[in-house]
T-cell receptor, first 113, second 116 residues
Framework: DAKTTQPPSMDCAEGRAANLPCNHS???????VYWYRQIHSQGPQYIIH?????ETNEMASLIITEDRKSSTLILPHATLRDTAVYYC??????????????WGLGTSLAVNP | GAGVSQTPSNKVTEKGKYVELRCDPI?????LYWYRQSLGQGPEFLIY????????DSGLPNDRFFAVRPEGSVSTLKIQRTERGDSAVYLC??????????????FGPGTRLTVL
């Protein structure tokens, strides 16, 4: 079973920041938080990952709480092309052969004009 | 550079037939993964290759499913005696790292399999 919980759906106005929450209260010390998204009829796309520090790249920012039990993915200026299902996944680093990603149902983000 | 490619993009077959799905990973990526995704669900892990060998095949649902990667690059997922319940999008991903730490998986567009 997935080790994360996410709201099933969210809406955001175009040009505004989209803040997508994820709860991972049972996360272990050796587990990273990954975010992927899947635009309709496409394969999943990697967005960002982090361990305990906040991370930022050209796509998004990832804010992880100090206790690491939850995180928020921030799309700073959402566009219509950001409409997708967003998945939050935890997976151990130094995982040996246990490298599979375990996916939940994600959050369906609708960016509205 | 080129991403992960999968062929065919769509495959329609009849119940009981044999199908092969192909995945071309990103050049130089040593790890390759297969997942399948049913409508409205997240992807479900099937098998992971490190080089030519299957390092984790715990997700294969039964012995009708088999995958190979003979030269450590292209992989083929083979499904025998297909059933209607096998209908799904089959996703392939590859990653560059060979051991430990974070190895981001990059996905192809998927093959949509429909079993009539």
């Amino acid at each position: 079973d997935a080790k994360t919980t996410q709201p099933p759906s969210m809406d955001c106005a175009e040009g505004r920041a989209a803040n997508l929450p994820c709860n991972h209260s049972t996360i272990s010390g050796n587990e990273y938080v990954y975010w992927y998204r899947q635009i309709h009829s496409q394969g999943p796309q990697y967005i960002i990952h982090g361990l305990k520090n906040n991370e930022t790249n050209e796509m998004a920012s990832l804010i992880i709480t100090e206790d690491r039990k939850s995180s928020t993915l921030i799309l700073p200026h959402a566009t219509l092309r950001d409409t997708a299902v967003y998945y939050c996944i935890v997976r151990a680093f130094n995982a040996g052969n246990n490298r599979k990603l375990i996916w939940g149902l994600g959050t369906s983000l609708a960016v509205n004009p | 550079g080129a991403g992960v490619s999968q062929t065919p993009s769509n495959k329609v077959t009849e119940k009981g037939k044999y199908v092969e799905l192909r995945c071309d990973p990103i050049s130089g990526h040593t790890a390759l993964y297969w997942y399948r995704q049913s409508l409205g669900q997240g992807p479900e892990f099937l098998i992971y290759f490190q080089g030519t060998g299957a390092a984790d095949d715990s997700g294969l649902p039964n012995d009708r499913f088999f995958a190979v990667r003979p030269e450590g690059s292209v992989s083929t997922l083979k499904i025998q005696r297909t059933e209607r319940g096998d209908s799904a999008v089959y996703l392939c991903a590859s990653s560059p790292r060979t051991s430990g730490y974070t190895d981001t998986q990059y996905f192809g567009p998927g093959t949509r399999l429909t079993v009539l």
